[in-house]
């Protein structure tokens, strides 16, 4: 299991899910390029000392991360007609999250292999990128048991 941030925005979202996947072992792909200068500096406070736990792997672009990935795509969009609940991951799944301002363009829409929404109330347009990551990741890690012991 992976998460795959494409063009992030916000250094302290980033810095967030590398402390999740530190945590639960999973790696991390940064599709740039980056709305902030990709730093120590830039992801300390929310990282902490976390991040060089987190497997990490950088892409120069879109183009590149689709050429190297292996597994399937799974978006997380407000767009998507599938919940999170009646979704099914399997443990080789890269869950792919857009940036936070633009979310991700129509060709990698496009290029998903399933795309997942996060239910939630009526009138909510979306979740913080760290929130949606971590809620999804949990529930592909429990449903493919993928959860540390």
């Not at 991040?51 to 892409?59: E, M, N, P, S, Y």
């Amino acid at each position: 299991m992976r998460i795959a941030l494409h063009q992030p925005d916000i250094a302290g979202n980033v810095g967030t899910i590398l402390r999740l996947a530190a945590c639960f072992g999973v790696g991390v792909d940064i599709i740039e390029p980056c709305g902030f200068a990709f730093s120590d500096r830039a992801l300390k406070r929310s990282r902490m000392d976390y991040a060089a736990d987190a497997a990490v792997i950088r892409h120069a672009d879109w183009a590149e991360f689709d050429a190297e990935r292996r597994g399937r795509l799974i978006l997380l969009s407000t767009q998507a007609d599938v919940t999170l609940v009646n979704s099914r991951f399997e443990p080789g799944d890269i869950l792919l999250f857009g940036s936070e301002g633009a979310g991700v363009p129509p060709h990698v829409h496009d290029r998903a292999d399933l795309r997942v929404r996060i239910p939630m109330r009526p009138g909510f347009r979306s979740l913080n990128v760290a929130v949606s990551a971590g809620i999804a990741l949990a529930e592909a890690l429990r449903q493919t048991e993928g959860f540390p012991e």
